[in-house]
C-alpha cells in the first residue's frame, strides 16, 4: 500500500481510480461483504475479513484501493461511534483538495 492515502469524499472518487484513498462517511448499510457510506454522496465499501465496520448509524474510516465503478476495496477501517462532526470531517477533505501539496503527491 502506498503511503500517500489522501482525504476523500464521494465526489473525489473518480480522480483516484486504482490508488490508495481515506474516506470518512456515516454507514447507511451493511449487507453481506459490503457496505454503504454516506460521504457527501452514496459510497459503496467492499469489505476485508478484518473489517471494523459493523454498526449502522457509526461514522467509520475506511483506507482501500478505488474501484473503476467508484466502490471501494477496504484495507482497513476505523469505527469513530456515532458522535463525529461530519463537518469537520468536509471541511480537512476540502483543504487536502485546496492545498494537495501539503496532503499528497497529485502527480501520482
Same mark, same amino acid.
Given at each position: 500500500?502506498?503511503?500517500?492515502?489522501?482525504?476523500?469524499?464521494?465526489?473525489?472518487?473518480?480522480?483516484?481510480?486504482?490508488?490508495?484513498?481515506?474516506?470518512?462517511?456515516?454507514?447507511?448499510?451493511?449487507?453481506?461483504?459490503?457496505? +454503504?457510506?454516506d460521504?457527501?454522496?452514496? &459510497?459503496?465499501?467492499?469489505?476485508?475479513? /478484518?473489517t471494523? #465496520? *459493523? +454498526?449502522?448509524?457509526?461514522?467509520?474510516? &475506511?483506507?482501500?484501493?478505488?474501484?473503476? /465503478?467508484?466502490? #471501494? *476495496?477496504?484495507?482497513?477501517?476505523?469505527?469513530?461511534?456515532?458522535?463525529?462532526?461530519?463537518?469537520?470531517?468536509?471541511?480537512?477533505v476540502?483543504?487536502?483538495?485546496?492545498?494537495?501539496?501539503?496532503f499528497?503527491?497529485?502527480?501520482?
Amino acid at each position: 500500500m502506498s503511503d500517500q492515502t489522501p482525504r476523500v469524499n464521494a465526489s473525489y472518487l473518480g480522480n483516484f481510480i486504482t490508488q490508495a484513498v481515506r474516506i470518512a462517511g456515516k454507514v447507511v448499510q451493511i449487507q453481506g461483504n459490503t457496505a +454503504t457510506i454516506d460521504a457527501s454522496g452514496t &459510497v459503496l465499501i467492499q469489505l476485508d475479513s /478484518d473489517t471494523n #465496520i *459493523k +454498526t449502522v448509524g457509526n461514522v467509520v474510516e &475506511v483506507i482501500g484501493r478505488v474501484n473503476a /465503478d467508484h466502490s #471501494i *476495496k477496504e484495507f482497513a477501517s476505523s469505527d469513530f461511534g456515532p458522535d463525529v462532526n461530519m463537518e469537520a470531517i468536509e471541511a480537512v477533505v476540502q483543504a487536502t483538495h485546496t492545498y494537495p501539496q501539503l496532503f499528497y503527491d497529485p502527480k501520482q
